[in-house]
């Protein structure tokens, strides 16, 4: 069971990947088999506590502020997830099939949303996720359009959360609630890891996700895993 942050660590690079949350793992895997109200009474994990210790809502996060070699974004399903360094390859050479950005958006795959998004992002440095909309162009009205252009780059695999900053006032204060901070994979891993990618062809890639899903839990339906290594909704 794990009951703390350096346990949940553990287990997911041993995992490899792992749906987010406490509640539905669509079938497939998640690390946390209890959700936010109904964990088992021995375990020492808590839900929206803010401790850093046995919080989840707070390990999202520690990864990223504390570490190189685990990615978190809505990756499953249009869900949160988590992905090691050691697996990120194999989803990369799933979801892209070595594929770029412009050849992904030439061929009719990535929205006119995305695009505009990730021409903000490819600039090359980390944006915050208020003022991304506002660089991106996205008007009040625009909300649903940004939100769902930002999925799809996260689903695609061409961009990824990487910590939380917070709003600074004209004065230079800082006010309200942390925002997710985004940058594009490439600025998030080493070339090492698309370099990695770029060896293993799309067949391999599912064929070994698909091993590794079973070896996590054999009962996983066939269809839910294919449609867990290509993102759940692309």
């Given at each position: 069971m794990i009951q703390n942050y350096a346990d949940f660590c553990r287990e997911l690079l041993a995992a490899g990947f792992s749906i987010a949350g406490g509640g539905n793992d669509e079938g497939v895997f998640g690390l946390l088999k209890y959700g936010w109200n109904n964990e088992p009474p021995e375990a020492q994990v808590r839900w929206h506590t803010g401790d850093p210790e046995h919080d989840p809502w707070e390990w999202r996060m520690r990864v990223l502020d504390e570490r190189n070699d685990i990615a978190y974004g809505k990756v499953f399903f249009r869900k949160a997830g988590y992905i090691t360094r050691e697996w990120?390859?194999?989803?990369?050479?799933?979801?892209?099939?070595?594929?770029?950005?412009?050849?992904?958006?030439?061929?009719?795959?990535?929205?006119?949303?995305?695009?505009?998004?990730?021409?903000?992002?490819?600039?090359?440095?980390?944006?915050?996720?208020?003022?991304?909309?506002q660089l991106a162009g996205f008007g009040k009205e625009e909300r649903s359009k940004f939100?769902?252009?930002?999925?799809?780059?996260?689903?695609?695999?061409?961009?990824?959360?990487?910590?939380?900053?917070?709003?600074?006032?004209?004065?230079?204060?800082?006010?309200?609630?942390?925002?997710?901070?985004?940058?594009?994979?490439?600025?998030?891993?080493?070339?090492?890891?698309f370099e990695m990618a770029a060896k293993i062809s799309a067949d391999e890639a599912i064929e070994a996700i698909t091993l590794q899903v079973y070896r996590l839990n054999p009962a996983a339906d066939a269809k839910k895993i294919k449609k867990f290594i290509y993102g759940g909704a692309l």
């Open positions: 990120y390859p194999y989803f990369l050479a799933a979801r892209r099939n070595g594929l770029t950005f412009n050849e992904t958006y030439s061929d009719g795959v990535i929205s006119y949303e995305a695009k505009r998004i990730y021409e903000v992002l490819q600039e090359g440095v980390p944006i915050p996720l208020h003022a991304l909309k939100e769902r252009g930002l999925v799809e780059l996260q689903m695609r695999l061409f961009i990824t959360m990487c910590g939380r900053q917070q709003k600074v006032s004209q004065r230079g204060e800082e006010y309200g609630w942390s925002s997710t901070v985004f940058c594009t994979t490439e600025q998030f891993w080493d070339n090492e890891v």
